[in-house]
């Protein structure tokens, strides 16, 4: 119903930034909350950052001041600008999108993960 593609991650030195990016496609009606989650080895799954429809965002305590969420909603589009980058901020990371489908059923949908590496 709807896809949700990941790009931008890498390998980079602590202290080095990085731009994840992800677009959605399909089925969709309206994009409520786009977010990044991540995971790191041995760890759950955690939130990262959110963008709601309403321009709020908001930010894991660990990640604030930064990390940057932005959208651009005609390209239904997320941008993760991840900045002073920390080797704790090695994980996959993960777009996540609660979308209003065509069918007016609200779902959450998920990316299939974009690994950060950061070297210490």
């Known amino acids: 119903q709807v896809q949700l593609v990941e790009s931008g991650g890498g390998f980079v030195q602590a202290g080095g930034s990085l731009r994840l990016s992800c677009v959605a496609s399909?089925?969709?009606?309206?994009?409520?909350?786009m977010a990044w989650y991540r995971r790191a080895p041995g760890q759950q799954r955690e939130s990262v950052a959110r963008?709601?429809?309403?321009?709020?965002?908001n930010y894991a305590d660990s990640v604030k001041g930064r990390f940057t969420i932005s959208r651009d909603n005609a390209k239904n589009a997320v941008y993760l600008q991840m900045n002073s980058l920390k080797a704790e901020g090695t994980a996959v990371y993960y777009c996540?999108?609660?979308?209003?489908?065509?069918?007016?059923?609200?779902?959450?949908?998920w990316g299939q993960g974009t690994q950060v590496t950061v070297s210490s």
């Open positions: 996540n999108a609660v979308v209003t489908t065509t069918s007016k059923y609200v779902q959450s949908f």
């Open positions: 399909g089925s969709i009606f309206d994009i409520n909350v």
């Open positions: 963008s709601y429809n309403d321009g709020t965002t």
